[in-house]
């Protein structure tokens, strides 16, 4: 929050549930693994896909768990 004379402040305020839900509500991505089809060899476009999976994926933080959550709440 700014004040008038130009300062700003933190505002700490209890968030509701459904504020708390959003940054812990994920779906787990992972880098997709390619396999061959079943003629046997791996697809051009298969591969395209896993390369753009791989680039998209691999280096992605996990959002914070439940338990990781409920125990930093006790602080």
């Not at 509500?25 to 476009?45: K, T, V, W």
């Amino acid at each position: 929050m700014r004040l008038p004379g130009g300062e700003y402040i933190e505002v700490h305020e209890q968030v509701d549930d459904f504020e708390r839900w959003r940054p812990v509500s994920f779906n787990d991505y992972e880098p997709l693994m390619i396999r061959p089809n079943a003629a046997g060899p791996i697809p051009p476009q298969e591969r395209v896909h896993a390369v753009l999976s791989r680039w998209f994926f691999e280096d992605r933080i996990e959002p914070v768990t439940r338990a990781e959550l409920e125990i930093s709440s006790h602080h």
